[in-house]
């Protein structure tokens, strides 16, 4: 009789589960004999967000050899390693190309064709285009409920849905209400490609709150989706040429300033000596305070990673030899007295001196008198970030946003999460690609957008929406207000009718609005903490999962691998103690 399993989610976490659940099947299973239950409305690969139906005008946020989703060399699992193409060899183009997402959706559709077609002999993949409704317990396993009316009998589930829609919150509902009896929009959190953006009127001023990734997005929706054209003139400088159908973006955020383009050549110096200093034992027994305990590793890790960079690759801009600085740097605490002191003295330049303050905050207690003051500021800001982020004579940027990912690593393995630190490394190490900076210097220039400042607030006035910060004198007000950033996870707000049956019945737990789960085996807790055996879940909606969201960089061990294979085996192992008729 064959085993069964149910992954719930077909997107790039429940393809990479999908992979390593066939990848270990042969060494688990003494048949082999296996049916896989792939369940998603939304094709399997891409799922909902990476689906292919998609403007082209949307880009990734990572070059294409930056993204993998095959096990390389690197990756330190129990189960085989097998190597596949990373996005920018299985395109056989330019490693620094930003692909689209409908073509990172062709990548990952590939990624779970090859799964499936090279899956050992006697291991079957069923897709189901539609979606998981419940989940009950029947003796030995499972039954999934599915929206088309089939139910599934299988020996464990695997939830991979990911961050899916919520309802509003309360503010939300409350701005949706004033919005509609004063006859304004207001268009409240979600994924930029499911927004209604027809309804934005063209030439009408329109807030938007938030800076990050979704508002790169927005603009470019806005923009270019609109006819617009950007062209390069004799000078190199780069000039948008409206098309009268866009809106006037008015943006702003509690930083004030979007989030640092990504590098724009490759690493070619020796990887961070890093893990070193931020270990369980050096954490001692929690509970932490993330602020007071944690980041003074954090930010330690992070300077070891930024300085070895430095100092070997650009010894030039050094007093001091790496022998010498490791040594010393080692002895001090982060920020101390004499950490400060040896960081003067090695590093001669300012501007060579990692200040994270800086780095988060770049218009704290920063005034102008009016905001064409802040136009000028930020297109000097801006255009710094693209020359400093372009120019491996800054390489050192670069050796510090690989410590940063080995740090969510680590972090994730400890079980540490911070909200804080997770909008600290987006802004640094996730943002978008230099071109879109770019075009965001140009669509200022045009007067398309213009720029709040920071710690925005957004107030409902004399029947309008009405902006303000303390960057710039007086405010702005427009009948339009967007919410240009992702929905916060929550449980208790999911719609999501798995979710939602699980946790009205008691059956799912939430920490700080993940999913909640056993960090050893991630096995679903529910509200009373008590692990189900045959129900497990897994990726950034989870507690404890961040670092195994998205894709992976190749070559560098990435959490998603080493988890989603320990997870795969794991239950590889629990199904074949009981086998069930099920339905294939």
């Not at 004999?33 to 292919?52: C, E, F, N, Q, T």
């Not at 369980?280 to 929690?286: I, M, Q, R």
């Not at 669509?443 to 960057?471: C, I, K, N, Q």
Request: overall charge neutral; charged content about 25%.
């Amino acid at each position: 009789m064959s085993a069964a399993i149910a992954v719930v989610g077909a997107g790039p976490t429940g393809t990479c589960l999908v992979e390593r659940i066939c990848a270990n099947a042969a060494d688990l299973l003494d048949w082999p004999s296996l049916d896989i239950h792939v369940i998603d409305p939304y094709p399997p690969g891409g799922g909902r967000v990476w689906r292919a139906e998609q403007p082209e005008l949307l880009w990734m946020n990572s070059t294409a050899a930056d993204v993998t989703l095959f096990t390389d060399e690197s990756v330190q699992c129990r189960g085989p390693i097998r190597p596949g193409p990373s996005l920018a060899e299985w395109l056989g183009g330019d490693p620094g190309r930003f692909a689209s997402r409908p073509v990172q959706n062709d990548y990952l559709s590939h990624v779970f064709q090859r799964a499936v077609t090279t899956a050992p002999r006697g291991v079957r993949v069923h897709v189901h285009a539609t979606r998981a409704l419940d989940l009950t317990d029947i003796p030995g396993g499972q039954a999934v409920t599915l929206e088309n009316g089939r139910t599934l009998e299988v020996d464990a589930v695997i939830l991979a849905q990911g961050n899916g829609d919520v309802i509003p919150t309360g503010q939300e509902r409350e701005l949706a209400g004033v919005a509609g009896r004063d006859g304004l929009l207001y268009l409240p959190t979600g994924y930029t490609a499911d927004l209604d953006l027809d309804q934005v009127p063209a030439g009408k001023p329109v807030i938007v709150r938030g800076m990050g990734l979704a508002s790169v997005d927005l603009m470019v929706l806005l923009t270019s989706g609109r006819g617009g054209r950007f062209v390069r003139e004799y000078d190199g400088e780069l000039v948008y040429l409206p098309s009268g159908r866009e809106p006037l973006l008015q943006m702003g955020s509690r930083r004030g300033v979007p989030y640092h383009a990504k590098t724009g050549y490759p690493f070619r110096g020796a990887r961070p000596p890093v893990p070193r200093f931020l270990t369980a034992a050096a954490l001692g027994e929690g509970p932490w305070t993330f602020r007071r305990d944690v980041w003074p590793l954090v930010a330690k890790e992070l300077g070891f990673a930024y300085y070895h960079e430095l100092i070997t690759a650009h010894p030039s801009r050094s007093r001091v030899s790496w022998a010498e600085f490791e040594e010393a740097y080692a002895a001090e605490e982060w920020r101390s007295a004499g950490m400060r002191a040896l960081i003067r003295r090695a590093v001669p330049r300012y501007l060579d001196r990692l200040d994270f303050d800086r780095l988060d905050r770049p218009l704290e207690r920063m005034r102008f008198g009016d905001s064409a003051g802040l136009r000028r500021w930020m297109n000097g800001y801006l255009g710094a970030d693209l020359e400093r982020r372009s120019d491996p004579a800054h390489s050192a940027d670069h050796a510090m946003i690989l410590g940063l990912l080995s740090v969510y690593g680590v972090l994730a393995e400890l079980g540490v999460s911070d909200p804080w630190f997770h909008g600290f490394f987006s802004y640094l190490a996730s943002g978008p690609p230099g071109p879109r900076l770019e075009e965001l210097r140009a669509l200022a220039a045009a007067g398309v957008v213009t720029f709040l400042g920071a710690d925005l607030r957004v107030e409902h006035r004399d029947r309008s929406w009405w902006a303000h910060s303390p960057t710039v004198p007086g405010g702005v007000a427009a009948r339009t207000l967007i919410e240009a950033r992702l929905p916060a996870p929550s449980v208790s707000r999911a719609t999501d009718p798995l979710i939602s049956a699980l946790r009205d019945r008691g059956e799912a737990g939430e920490d700080s609005g993940l999913l909640k789960v056993r960090p050893a085996d991630r096995r679903v807790l529910d509200r009373s903490d008590a692990p189900h055996p045959r129900r497990f879940a897994f990726g950034p909606w989870v507690a404890g999962g961040r670092a195994t969201g998205g894709f992976a960089r190749p070559g560098l061990n990435a959490p998603l691998f080493r988890h989603a294979d320990a997870l795969a085996r794991l239950v590889l192992s629990e199904a074949v103690t009981t086998q069930i008729r099920h339905v294939a």
